[in-house]
T-cell receptor
Framework: AQTVTQSQPEMSVQEAETVTLSCTYD???????LFWYKQPPSRQMILVIR??????QNATENRFSVNFQKAAKSFSLKISDSQLGDAAMYFC???????????FGQGTTLQVKP | DAGVIQSPRHEVTEMGQEVTLRCKPI?????LFWYRQTMMRGLELLIY????????DSGMPEDRFSAKMPNASFSTLKIQPSEPRDSAVYFC?????????????????FGPGTRLTVL
């Protein structure tokens, strides 16, 4: 069975600094997708970034980028130039290519200090 | 588009009562998902539909839970009878497809959630 693990329950970063959130997953499949979702206090789940397993190039979205290490089954999220609005819970998620089921990690709460 | 719409936003009920949660997906999306979020179990998929047909209901906890999608623009999740352990935030999400064929085609867009409290 596929599993997703986020080993950092809480992280903090100074405004304008860079922070990296960790995620590892376990799968024997080759066709899958990985995602980072943000959940602010409003509890709305918002997609931050996604990565197809077959792509070697790491995905980037403005200040957000990932470090996808397929052999190590690692998918970390880097947030550059952190802003107060980045404070939220961040979830790493896995989805097998031909299914709709997202499997989420436990989440990491990110605090941004002014 | 208004995004995924869920109602009610908050529901408080007593044990044994029937609860119905509602969802309107984004127009044109072929996939609809129901997730549940609790402190103990985190976020977990309950069921999802493709073109109104249930595809995977393996996450539905037990017979007290049922979900329907009578048409492309409406779905319900019903709990009967409700129990205190059903207290959670229930999310509905929708996506255009399961494959990335263009910008965001496989992205699951989530609604604001329904916070259910069963006393």
């Amino acid at each position: 069975a596929q599993t997703v693990t986020q080993s950092q329950p809480e992280m903090s970063v100074q405004e304008a600094e860079t922070v990296t959130l960790s995620c590892t997953y376990d799968t024997s499949e080759s066709d899958y997708y990985l995602f980072w979702y943000k959940q602010p206090p409003s509890r709305q789940m918002i997609l931050v970034i996604r990565q197809e397993a077959y792509k070697q190039q790491n995905a980037t979205e403005n200040r957000f980028s990932v470090n996808f290490q397929k052999a190590a089954k690692s998918f970390s999220l880097k947030i550059s130039d952190s802003q107060l609005g980045d404070a939220a819970m961040y979830f790493c998620a896995y989805r097998l290519g031909n299914t709709g089921k997202l499997i989420f990690g436990q989440g990491t709460t990110l605090q941004v200090k002014p | 588009d208004a995004g995924v719409i869920q109602s009610p936003r908050h529901e408080v009920t007593e044990m044994g009562q029937e609860v119905t949660l509602r969802c309107k997906p984004i127009s044109g999306h072929d996939y609809l998902f129901w997730y549940r979020q609790t402190m103990m179990r985190g976020l977990e998929l309950l069921i999802y539909f493709n073109n109104n047909v249930p595809i995977d209901d393996s996450g539905m906890p037990e017979d007290r839970f049922s979900a329907k999608m009578p048409n492309a623009s409406f779905s319900t999740l019903k709990i009967q009878p409700s129990e205190p352990r059903d207290s959670a935030v229930y999310f509905c999400a929708s996506s255009l497809s399961l494959r990335e064929t263009g910008a965001g085609t496989d992205t699951q867009y989530f609604g604001p959630g329904t916070r259910l409290t069963v006393l």
